[in-house]
């Protein structure tokens, strides 16, 4: 363990010294190092720098090679930086196939001597290439890619040497800096992407300290996706820097064994050195908002790499499997637009499960155990009394749990291992007397999720296993397993997870709100359901671009709805054709129809925002129209109101007619059920102030109108709703308008046909239409809130 004045011999700071000697795990391996390097000689300042930069740069699978580096540092061979960093790749990349001195040498520049000459005749050439743009931009000209042309060229200078010849060469061409090179710059001013609300966003932190640090440091995320793409294929292939094929020894945390070499020798020709993923979900629910990243990390950079991934079903637990969630994962996965190489099951590998988990036993890595699980929670439990019983009483005892001769719950197996939180000894086999969906009863003994997943993705041949932040906490059990068996192991990536304000996407929640009818199924359009979502209108192509804006980030996201609904809108306004109709109607006969010579239809275009777009649909033209009841005031008491009044015209929109007020017609009750209006056709005169949409010989049909299904932001947190997730129900969430009135040129649309309700919103055809009537869901409103919130 290296001391304070060991650091400071490296040219460590007091303050940089004492603040390093918090960190254990590097003051252990800076005092390994020093030790080996005063046995080789001297430590001088540059020396020490560079052995600082080794113990922070070094990574368990090369330690064991780290007094090779300290020699060469020692006998001035590695004098700089580039060259450091050169040899710490050498080792990562040939840690598994051993290392050879020469090619050591040669790879890290050891021997190599660049002279100030060398360095002068670098910079003249870069900078000639360059002059005519240097000269041009002056001191704006992004000196770093000059620096970046001279690593290529002369890759073991030394850096600080090279950056003050270039300063001192641009000095001489252009002279000093005048005031303008000084002035700051100014910013391009980006393209404003949809704006959220200061809570749209929250990133909570993902670090090992306590819960109240972590919600300090979480922050509010603004949704202008700077850190996203347009597509996944563009974000996984720009911000995904996974290991390559094969090269899983180079990524943090992975262990090699004297196996590791020779298992992924085989295991590279067996994927034929392609990429190969797989998304993993349970089959005892349907897949929310959240699943559409994984769905989309998982499928969308094996595409991105030219490789494949599979659909597996982890059917490890049979008592809440149900057939139609694999029907039904399935078919949202096809709809999201990918399709598996293969679709496989967990229960296909219950077989090789049941003789590794054998095999543990037999190397002493895992017994049977009896506690109970509430024996088992926590982080600071007892260790089993069970935990060293003999390799052959375990091994009858598990044949026993594999014959029925215990009861649920009266034995299972574990591993000998503490997971990074805390957690010993994870319970591999349990007991569940429940006939299995595939295997029928063949077993009574069923592995777990964090037994069965890593072992399964060795059989696939997986070469990246990409799950959510949470598994992390599970990496090493992953790797300790594949290791122990003395199997192929693949590499662990995580990523942070997607959560959606003001809904619960928990599979027990869901279906607590089936039971109470509080939503009529798994697809409720009210519901982050994907297919909910779909049903709602919501297309995959949005939800795929939603997913790509967002980024990889590794930090968990936690979205507000309405930065969904922005990339759907944007979506839609580009997709869903326009059509007119009217959700609250009210009868308006035009007195002076037949003076106005009109035909009996108008041809409306289906893109109006896109002059080019040749689409275009028919309407009928008639004497009896109907509009919005909220697009008539019989008064003219506000001012700010800009349609039809007794003293106000208005336009009808693509027909160009302007209706004036002639007299309104009352029901018994005084409620006004028709508007006779005079028309007049439109000119480049007074125009009115606002022209509306309209319907005549309109189709009825039935319009959902949907809200937010919870009050609260988090209808899970106790001390927000102390009454529980039940007790926060928007009992305004649906609006059913039976009697919306439709043009009838969509009225032969059939279930996810989308529309833009001119002035209103996007719509969807919903699967409860009939030929008798067509029911709408309402997808998203327009930006400005629709016609109901207009002037």
Not at 94 to 107: C, L, M, P, Q, R
Not at 218 to 232: H, L, P, Y
Not at 240 to 257: P, R, S, W
Request: net charge neutral.
């Amino acid at each position: 363990m290296a001391k304070k004045e060991d650091l400071i011999l490296l040219g460590l700071s007091e303050s940089k010294a004492a603040e390093t000697l918090k960190n254990a795990k590097l003051t252990e391996t800076i005092g390994t190092i020093i030790a080996s390097a005063k046995q080789a000689g001297e430590i001088n300042k540059p020396r020490g720098n560079l052995l600082y930069q080794l113990a922070t740069k070094l990574k368990p699978q090369v330690a064991p090679s780290a007094p090779l580096v300290v020699k060469y540092i020692m006998n001035d061979g590695i004098k700089t930086e580039p060259q450091l960093s050169a040899a710490i790749e050498y080792l990562l990349s040939n840690t598994v196939k051993g290392i050879e001195v020469s090619a050591f040498e040669k790879s890290c520049g050891v021997g190599v001597v660049v002279t100030i000459d060398d360095i002068e005749d670098a910079v003249t050439k870069v900078i000639g290439e360059h002059r005519e743009k240097i000269v041009a931009e002056r001191y704006s000209f992004p000196v770093g890619k000059l620096l970046g042309e001279l690593r290529a060229l002369l890759p073991w200078a030394d850096g600080a040497v090279t950056k003050k010849e270039v300063d001192l060469r641009f000095l001489e061409l252009l002279g000093p800096k005048t005031a303008e090179d000084l002035a700051p710059k100014k910013k391009e001013k980006k393209a404003e992407a949809p704006k959220a609300a200061k809570d749209t966003a929250k990133t909570n932190g993902t670090s090992s300290s306590s819960d109240n640090k972590k919600k300090e440091a979480a922050s509010t995320v603004e949704a202008d996706f700077s850190e996203g793409a347009e597509t996944m294929d563009e974000l996984l292939r720009t911000r995904a820097h996974f290991h390559k094929v094969g090269e899983n020894f180079k990524t943090d945390g992975y262990v090699t064994t004297p196996k590791t070499a020779e298992l992924l020798k085989a295991h590279v020709a067996a994927v034929g050195g392609k990429v190969v993923t797989r998304f993993p979900p349970e089959p005892n629910g349907v897949l929310h908002i959240g699943h559409a990243k994984a769905i989309n990390i998982n499928f969308g950079y094996a595409k991105a790499m030219g490789g494949v991934c599979n659909l597996r079903f982890d059917d490890t637990n049979p008592e809440k499997e149900e057939e139609k969630f694999f029907t039904a994962i399935e078919d949202i996965v096809n709809w999201l637009g990918y399709n598996p190489a293969r679709v496989t099951h967990s229960s296909d590998n219950f077989e090789q499960l049941y003789l590794w988990a054998v095999k543990l036993i037999e190397k002493g890595h895992a017994f049977v155990c009896h506690q109970k699980v509430e024996e088992m929670r926590g982080f600071e439990v007892q260790l089993s009394p069970w935990r060293e019983r003999p390799i052959e009483e375990n091994l009858q005892l598990f044949e026993d749990m594999k014959h029925g001769k215990f009861d649920e719950g009266e034995a299972t197996l574990r591993l000998k291992l503490t997971l990074e939180e805390g957690k010993v000894d994870p319970v591999a086999y349990r007991i569940k007397y429940v006939p299995h969906h595939r295997t029928g009863d063949k077993w009574c003994i069923y592995p777990t999720y964090d037994y069965t997943h890593c072992l399964c993705d060795s059989i696939e041949n997986i070469t990246h296993s990409l799950c959510t932040k949470e598994f992390q906490s599970r990496r090493s059990s992953y790797y300790w397993l594949c290791n122990a068996l003395d199997i192929y192991c693949p590499v662990q990536w995580e990523y942070g997870r997607l959560n959606v304000n003001y809904t619960v996407v928990s599979k027990r929640k869901i279906l607590k709100l089936i039971t109470t009818k509080t939503v009529n199924d798994w697809d409720d359009p009210r519901l982050f359901t994907l297919t909910a979502l779909r049903r709602r209108g919501i297309p995959s192509e949005a939800i795929n671009r939603f997913v790509a804006k967002l980024g990889l980030t590794m930090s968990q996201m936690v979205i507000d709805p309405h930065v969904l609904d922005a990339t759907v809108r944007d979506y839609l306004n580009v997709h869903a054709p326009r059509t007119m109709a009217v959700l609250d109607g009210l009868k308006l006969t035009i007195e002076n129809f037949a003076e106005l010579n009109l035909p009996s239809t108008a041809d409306v275009p289906d893109f109006p925002s896109d002059p080019s777009d040749p689409r275009k649909h028919s309407v009928s033209v008639d004497k009896e129209i109907f509009i919005e009841k909220t697009d008539y005031k019989p008064d003219d008491s506000d001012k700010s109101f800009r349609r039809l009044t007794p003293k106000q015209s208005v336009g009808l929109k693509h027909i160009g007619l302007v209706l004036r007020f002639v007299k309104e017609i009352k029901d018994a009750e005084g409620h006004v059920t028709e508007v006779v209006v005079k028309a007049e056709k439109l000119t480049e005169g007074e125009k009115p102030k606002a022209f509306i949409h309209w319907v005549a010989k309109p189709v009825s049909a039935e319009v959902r109108l949907y809200d937010r299904l919870f009050k609260s932001k988090n209808p899970e947190d106790a001390q927000a709703v102390p009454g529980g997730f039940l007790s926060d129900i928007n009992t305004d969430s649906l609006t059913v308008l039976y009697n919306a009135l439709i043009d009838r040129s969509i009225a032969a649309s059939k279930e996810y046909d989308r529309f833009q309700f001119e002035r209103i919103g996007f719509f969807c055809v919903d699967k409860d239409s009939s030929d008798a009537k067509l029911v709408f869901n309402r997808t998203v409103m327009l930006k400005d809130g629709g016609a109901a919130g207009g002037k």
